[in-house]
């Protein structure tokens, strides 16, 4: 992948990490907290994706991008979820995602 390239793609993973977030923000004010909860997930994967790329990276699948991040997921199909609790997911959610932008526009240059 060339520097060009590579910093399309990241852009564009942020672009849909963006989106993501936007619309967990929307469902969490329409009281969907569950589809809110896997747009926030979805936003993250794809943070992750734009970091990976920046280090050269290039994840093949869903599971090709959590393994190379080290993360396990943990997909129990029954657990409690409120508003409130999402808010929080939320703002760590953007904290990451700031977090990550810093790191690749460091890298990036």
Request: with cysteine.
């Amino acid at each position: 992948m060339t520097d060009a390239n590579r910093r399309i793609n990241v852009a564009s993973e942020f672009v849909r990490a963006d989106e993501s977030m936007r619309a967990a923000s929307l469902l969490v004010e329409a009281g969907l907290l569950h589809d809110a909860e896997s747009r926030l997930y979805c936003a993250i994967y794809h943070a992750a994706i734009a970091v990976l790329l920046t280090e050269g990276v290039e994840p093949r699948s869903h599971a090709g991008t959590v393994s190379l991040l080290g993360l396990h997921s943990d997909y129990g199909r029954d657990f409690p979820l409120t508003p409130d609790a999402l808010r929080e997911d939320l703002e760590s959610c953007e904290g990451f995602l700031d977090r990550a932008r810093g790191g690749v526009a460091k890298a990036l240059g």
